[in-house]
């Protein structure tokens, strides 16, 4: 399997790779991350990202790739470091509190955080645990009406196929065989 | 209250014991995800009945999110629980 690192600026150029991202902090998280903060350890560019979708055995996952400021990041590691340690490559705070009102305070702190974020730049696709890229898209103006957080989806929604639009099969058994 | 797990098929001792153990890695509870809420079909369970065989924890930022603690190991027959809960097979 090749080991080689590409920077999260030139990810549309390969396909099935190792991830750049090599530290993620899940705040949504179901059997391994679904939104959050990821560091690009080539450049150390830091994005916010959403799963978008995901294939029926939840394996390979999509996710919108939104920049935001280097700052955010250590004010996420800050605001979450004081209620636990930080562990890393993938960090999935429990969310534990002392009182609902210190766990009222640190999520609103969180979001504020987030919401700097810009608009999304980069599709991508990966493995569960966001260890493997399999393929990414830079996204165009026309993309962002349906980036919508997965688990927000609802029935009605007018849904893009993510897994065609990155060049994937949604039920590609032989995508799963390479990440084993 | 209902608990959501993804995914018709049916799930592995294997398969769930590898998710468990990366969430005992990170979050110290050997178990795996489920959501009280979902937009779109998927096996589901009463707390109340999933509480009678696990553990369940609210975990994670995610007011959704809950994880259910698996025995270690995770047998065969722990997945059947598991499997029957959710799926009824």
Redesign the interface.
């Not at chain 1, 993938?90 to 969310?95: D, G, I, L």
């Not at chain 1, 688990?151 to 029935?155: G, I, K, N, T, V």
């Not at chain 2, 993804?6 to 098929?9: E, T």
């Given at each position: 399997m090749n080991q080689f690192i590409p920077c999260c600026q030139r990810l549309e150029t390969f396909s099935n790779i190792k991830s750049p991202f090599s530290k993620i902090i899940?705040?949504?998280?179901?059997?391994?991350p679904?939104s959050g903060m990821a560091q690009c350890e080539i450049c150390s560019a830091i994005y916010k990202f959403v799963m978008l979708d995901w294939d029926?055995?939840?394996d390979i996952r999509i996710f919108s790739l939104s920049p935001i400021a280097k700052p955010a990041w250590i004010r996420m590691v800050n605001l979450l470091s004081k209620h636990e340690s930080p562990?890393w490559p993938?960090?999935?705070?429990?969310?534990e509190f002392t009182s609902e009102a210190v766990r009222n305070h640190v999520?609103s702190e969180?979001d504020k955080i987030l919401a700097n974020a810009g608009r999304p730049e980069l599709i991508i696709a990966s493995n569960r645990?966001g260890d493997r890229i399999l393929a990414a898209k830079k996204s165009v103006c026309e993309d962002l009406k349906y980036v919508k957080d997965w688990?927000?989806?609802?029935?009605s929604d007018v849904a893009r196929d993510w897994f065609s639009y990155l060049g994937l099969a949604k039920h590609g058994e032989e995508i799963l065989a390479t990440l084993e | 209250m209902t608990l959501y797990r993804?995914?018709?098929?049916h799930e592995s001792a294997t398969e769930l014991a590898k998710?468990a153990a990366?969430?005992e890695?990170?979050?110290?509870i050997h178990g795996?995800?489920v959501?009280s809420?979902a937009?779109?079909p998927a096996p589901s369970a009463p707390r109340s009945e999933v509480e009678k065989h696990f553990s369940v924890y609210?975990?994670?930022?995610?007011p959704?999110?809950y994880t259910i603690e698996l025995p270690k190991p995770v047998t065969d027959d722990v997945a059947e629980t598991f499997n029957n809960l959710f799926r009824g097979f």
């Open positions: 899940a705040l949504g998280f179901y059997d391994g679904t029926d055995s939840q562990k993938v960090w999935f705070p429990k969310w999520d969180a645990y688990f927000s989806l609802e029935p | 993804f995914g018709f098929k998710q990366r969430a890695s990170m979050i110290g795996v995800s959501r809420k937009s779109f609210k975990t994670g930022k995610d959704c999110h």
